[in-house]
């Protein structure tokens, strides 16, 4: 009898779908899935678990690592990486955290209140904050929670949305997307993106997802604003390039004949209150603490959009057992990134001594 993993192969670039099915023959056998994170971001070969999926009848929960084991690989790597310790703790668990929310296997804390203002309307802009795009928020949260509620009420939910994206916002993604490693910085990396990169590519996704408008019915997308001319005076002053987001959306309101919901959204409280205080209306969306994680019973039946989502976060990922996959390789295309493809890079044929784990 044929082998599944006969059907894969080393060097494969696997869609959503196929990345699926390798998951799901996988998991039908093993009964559970860890993750183990390469840090393609530093100098080391040291690897952490980073997820346990756990496979169930209605589909599967997952189980980020507790604190201490961060904190525990943190002190072990720190001479090493040349890192704090607490600072890289800080790190991971922010990447495992935004991890869920792009993958919408977790919510936001304030999320029910947020969903009560915009119900009050039918037609709505959106302007975002570079962090919604960042942790593509529209696709993950905000559109499957109005859908939802669609399907159980349509009156009072909106049914044209716009979205509209500060110049500025595009600007700061484009400036992530393009951060790639050096060579004379960390050779073995050279022309890989880095953390920012990768999540500035993933926003790009985002927003060519949101633009093909393939299962958001009613939802546009455009651009308001223009790069300032006095943008050099302040590309590297976050505080007022906040205020110059912010200034962008108002500019744009002002000039259009609308009188239902407009809405800044941000991830940012201090950027909400300001937006408050300068007389626009903002949607602040505030994030889950990581402890939460740990106690909640995360589920998501998608477990490639997961696993995509942990690949674009650290770049690396192996799967005792079954093998590694990366998020990049030189010849990545525009394509791969739209259709959220990744690659095999090596195939396990048995338990191996390289797959580490603290």
């Known amino acids: 009898m044929q ?25 039908h056998e093993y009964g559970e899935i860890k993750l183990i994170a390469s840090m393609v971001d530093y100098p080391t070969q040291e690897t ?36 704090n310790p607490v600072e890289l703790v800080g790190k991971i668990k922010g990447w495992i ?18 969903m009560k ?61 393009i951060k790639k490693h050096k060579y004379k910085n960390f050779p073995e990396r050279a022309g890989w993106p880095t953390y920012e990169g990768r999540i500035g590519q993933r926003s790009l996704q985002e927003i060519l997802d949101i633009d093909t408008n393939e299962g958001y019915r009613g ?28 200034y962008q959306i108002k500019d744009f309101i002002s000039r259009i004949s609308f009188h239902k919901g407009i809405f800044f959204i941000t991830q940012d409280r201090v950027s909400a209150m300001m937006a408050r205080a300068e007389g626009l209306q903002s949607l ?26 942990f690949l674009v976060a650290f770049g690396e990922i192996s799967i005792p057992n079954l093998g590694k996959f990366s998020i990049f390789w030189p010849e990545k295309h525009v394509i791969d990134w739209e259709k959220s493809r990744v690659m095999i890079t090596e195939l396990f044929e048995k338990p191996s001594s390289k797959q580490n784990n603290v």
Not at 3 to 9: A, G, I, M
Not at 58 to 80: C, H, Q, R
Not at 290 to 301: A, G, I, S
């Open 219 to 246: 939802v546009s997308i455009m651009t308001v604003g223009e790069i300032p001319s006095t943008y050099n005076s302040f590309k590297n002053d976050q505080p007022r390039w906040d205020s110059e987001i912010r």
């Open 3 to 27: 082998n599944w993993k006969d059907n894969f192969k080393e060097g494969q670039i696997l869609d959503q779908n196929q990345l699926t099915e390798l998951l799901l023959r996988f998991s």
């Open 48 to 83: 952490i678990e980073v997820l346990s999926i756990k496979c169930r009848n209605n589909g599967f929960i997952y189980i980020p690592p507790e604190t201490s084991i961060i904190e525990f690989f943190a002190k072990k790597v720190k001479d090493e990486i040349k890192i």
């Open 117 to 177: 203002f915009i119900k009050n309307y039918d037609d709505i802009i959106f302007a975002p904050d570079t962090n919604i795009l960042l942790d593509c928020i529209i696709t993950s949260i905000l559109l499957p929670e109005i859908r939802e509620r669609m399907e159980e009420e349509i009156k009072g939910c909106p049914n044209w949305i716009l979205i509209s994206i500060p110049k500025l916002v595009m600007h700061e993604i484009e400036r992530k997307a």
């Open 284 to 309: 602040y969306l505030q994030k889950p603490e990581y402890k939460d994680l740990r106690t909640e019973k995360l589920q998501n039946k998608d477990i490639a959009r997961v696993i995509y989502e």
């Open 97 to 114: 955290r935004d991890a869920f929310i792009r993958s919408g296997t977790c919510r936001h804390g304030n999320i029910e209140r947020v």
